[in-house]
């Protein structure tokens, strides 16, 4: 079975930094594309940021220059940097993979989602 844990988020003033941790564990699979979401309070689902089974990154309007997202294979686990925060950042942040399994198609896992609050 695939799980993704994630980890990291809290509270944090505007003009700070948090680092997101998604972990993938399991047995006999490959990651492909993962992307991050995040879910303010408006109950809308928002793509945040996204890299490629080959490493390409992509960002949504609002976070680019200030969002990184990036991997590393040898702990399979997927980060999110988040510097430069606002108040508009608050939300549930949901990391999402799409893995492949020795005789499997492939499938698509979420996150639990963790709690980012920036207060102003």
């Known amino acids: 079975q695939v799980q993704l844990v994630q980890s990291g988020g809290g509270v944090v003033q505007a003009g700070g930094s948090l680092r997101l941790s998604c972990a993938v564990s399991g047995t006999a699979f490959s990651i492909g594309t993962t992307h991050w979401y995040r879910q303010g309070p408006d109950n809308l689902r928002e793509l945040v940021a996204t890299i490629t089974w080959a490493g390409d990154r992509t960002y949504g309007d609002s976070v680019k220059g200030r969002f990184t997202i990036s991997r590393d294979n040898a702990v399979k686990t997927v980060y999110l940097q988040m510097n430069s925060l606002k108040p508009e950042d608050t939300g549930v942040y949901y990391c999402?993979?799409?893995?492949?399994?020795?005789?499997?198609?492939?499938?698509?896992?979420w996150g639990q989602g963790t709690q980012v609050t920036v207060s102003s």
């Open positions: 999402q993979a799409s893995v492949t399994r020795v005789g499997r198609p492939m499938s698509t896992y």
